[in-house]
């Protein structure tokens, strides 16, 4: 059974910096375009950054210049870098493919972002 296992998540001060991880099992890895998403409280989820398998990136306007997502073929495993944090970041963070398959929601990395 595939699962993605999100993992890094914690408190931080504004400014500091985090980086989550997403361990993909099976082999969806290597056959999907992946992103991380977040959801805060009282608002929809939303997708943060994205990545090709081909390794091309996209992001959200409000994480431009400040998040980094990458992937690790070896590893199955896809990272979000998160500098110069801010509160507005605060939310539960998902990996899934793109577009997010329902089946593949796990239990997300809270991130919390004190000011």
């Known amino acids: 059974q595939v699962q993605l296992v999100e993992s890094g998540g914690g408190l931080v001060q504004a400014g500091g910096s985090l980086r989550l991880s997403c361990a993909a099992s099976?082999?969806?890895?290597?056959?999907?375009?992946m992103a991380w998403y977040r959801q805060a409280p009282g608002r929809q989820r939303e997708l943060v950054a994205g990545i090709t398998n081909g390794g091309v990136t996209k992001y959200a306007d409000s994480v431009k210049g400040r998040f980094t997502i990458s992937r690790d073929g070896a590893k199955l495993t896809v990272f979000l870098q998160m500098n110069s944090l801010k509160p507005e970041d605060t939310a539960v963070y998902y990996c899934?493919?793109?577009?997010?398959?329902?089946?593949?929601w796990g239990q997300g990395t809270q991130v919390a972002v004190s000011s």
């Open positions: 899934n493919v793109v577009p997010p398959l329902p089946r593949f």
């Open positions: 099976g082999n969806i890895f290597n056959f999907n375009d």
